[in-house]
Each structure stands twice: as C-alpha cells, then as structure tokens.
C-alpha cells in the first residue's frame, strides 16, 4: 500500500487553478492510471484539450463547474461524474462564486507536465511538497 497526502504531491500551478498528482507513475508507481485533485478559482478554467489514447473522467467533489466536451455543454455540481472517451475534447470552467475542486481521473496515465506545457500561456509548472 502507497499512501501519499496532497500536501507531498507534485503540483501544476495555473493563473486560477492548481493540480496536485496525487497517485501517478512517478509517486506510487501506478501503471494503468493517473489521478489528479484539481482547484480552480472562480471564473478560471482549464484549456479545452484532448488526450488522443487516455480515457478521461472528472468527479465533482466541490463547487459548480461549466464542462465542455465537442458542441455540449453542462454545468455539473458535487457528487457527479462525467466520462470522456480517448480521442474526444474537454475542458473545465468554474462557474461558481467559490472554488471548484474535482478529481480527474486518466487511464492509461501520460506526462501530465507535456500537457501544461503545451498551455504555456495559461499554465506555469511548479513542485510542491516533498
């Protein structure tokens, strides 16, 4: 068994958002998937983008977010999930008045950083933690 708490993840640090891996190759190994707790201030969103070979899904635990996949759009709050096949767009905007916190789930995992990377506008890399 692995333990690892979100203060000793590593963290992506965006203009409005913060992701901490908190289960990914790096830290515990994992080999079929990658896990990330996501914050994102109001009125802050992470890029529409897609992952050509990961299967995605998000699971709202706080705040109300706007979720964009292809043409739709919907507006998800705690204790809801949504699922996004390898291949297909999505993206994430807080559109509460306070902090939206969601888990984002990826199978298999890939280099979250070449991702962020890829926002250089939007997004900065930075460590956190131990």
């Known amino acids: 068994m692995k333990v690892v708490h979100r203060k000793d993840a590593k963290a992506l640090k965006g203009d409005r958002s913060l992701s901490y891996q908190v289960i990914s190759p790096d830290n515990v190994g994992s080999r079929k998937f990658l896990v990330t707790v996501v914050d994102i201030r109001p009125g802050g969103s992470t890029p529409v983008h897609e992952h050509r070979t990961v299967e995605s899904m998000y699971y709202i635990l706080e705040g109300r977010g706007q979720v964009t996949s292809g043409?739709?759009?919907?507006?998800?709050?705690?204790?809801?999930?949504?699922?996004?096949?390898?291949?297909?767009?999505?993206?994430?905007?807080?559109?509460?008045?306070?902090?939206?916190?969601?888990?984002?789930?990826?199978?298999?995992p890939y280099e979250i950083e070449d991702l962020y990377r890829s926002w250089q506008a939007h997004e900065t890399l930075v460590t956190t933690g131990g």
Do not use: M, Q
């Open 71 to 108: 043409r739709e759009h919907k507006v998800l709050g705690p204790d809801t999930a949504v699922y996004f096949p390898a291949g297909s767009t999505h993206g994430i905007r807080n559109v509460g008045k306070a902090r939206l916190r969601y888990l984002s789930c990826h199978a298999p």
